[in-house]
């Protein structure tokens, strides 16, 4: 029996990354990326409990820009961190948005995508 709740697409995004919680900063790894969360691989040392709140902030390029997203932690495998979004700056959907629409190769599948957001 399948039990994937899954509705958004989770694209594989190779970034270094920082995760943030109430007590602790660690230098994260993104394996991938969706308009709702993301999948990190975290050092060894790095207990988070589920359902923490934290932040999540991915550098696109050496410039500026990147992706900032309040999240929660959905769950924890390993060294495996799976987050939920729960806000996310306009900024930062947009660059998300691009990264995902440039991934997908597909506009109807982008547009499917926003929609499914939309009624989330």
């Known amino acids: 029996m399948n039990t994937e709740r899954r509705h958004f697409v989770r694209i594989a995004f190779d970034a270094p ?4 919680t109430t007590q602790h900063r660690f230098e994260a790894k993104v394996l991938d990326l969706s ?3 993301a999948l990190l691989n975290l050092p060894p ?3 988070v409990p589920v359902g923490a709140p934290c932040l999540l902030s991915v550098r696109l390029n050496d410039m500026e820009e990147s992706i900032a997203m309040a999240a929660e932690v959905a769950y924890v495998q390993g060294h495996h961190v799976g ?6 700056d306009i900024d930062s959907i947009t660059h998300l948005r691009r990264l995902i629409e440039v991934n997908l190769g597909e506009p109807h599948l982008l547009e499917r995508e926003l929609k499914a957001l939309i009624s989330a």
């Open 17 to 20: 990354a920082q995760l943030t």
């Open 35 to 37: 308009f709702k969360g």
């Open 45 to 47: 040392e790095a207990q």
């Open 83 to 88: 987050l939920l979004c729960r806000s996310i």
